[in-house]
């Protein structure tokens, strides 16, 4: 499957942003997705991750109650809405699929077989 993130760009804090993971090359429904972010000088983390069918989803600690995931099977998407957002919330943000059929939620980078190439978002003070 092949991933490419798009909808990053520059906003003050407070704003709200929609980041959007197109897929291609396979059966989206039969992946787990997932958004990671790394800042600069730091590792990569994990932010938010979804189940195949788009019914479950979990959160890392610091986007937790102000980030949702969705998945639309149908438009071979994955989206992350971003609410509220925070000078450290500035990263690149990457999408990433499972690999096809396990079922779940990943939360590591391990758990990931695919990755797109990223998007900036950057928020200012």
């Known amino acids: 499957v092949q991933l490419q993130a798009s909808g990053g760009g520059l906003v003050q804090a407070g704003d709200s942003l929609r980041l959007s993971c197109s897929a291609s090359?396979?059966?989206?429904?039969?992946?787990?997705m997932g958004w990671f972010r790394q800042a600069p000088g730091k590792e990569r983390e994990f932010a938010a991750g979804?189940?195949?069918?788009?019914?479950?989803?979990y959160y890392g600690d610091s986007v937790k109650g102000r980030f949702t995931i969705s998945k639309d099977n149908a438009k071979n998407a994955m989206y992350l809405t971003m609410n509220s957002l925070k000078p450290e919330d500035t990263a690149v943000y990457y999408c990433?699929?499972?690999?096809?059929?396990?079922?779940?939620?990943?939360?590591?980078?391990?758990?990931?077989?695919?990755w797109g190439q990223g998007t900036q978002v950057t928020v200012s003070s």
């Open positions: 979804i189940n195949m069918s788009g019914d479950s989803t």
């Open positions: 990433a699929a499972r690999r096809a059929g396990l079922a779940g939620i990943g939360r590591t980078r391990a758990a990931y077989s695919y």
């Open positions: 090359g396979s059966t989206f429904s039969n992946y787990g």
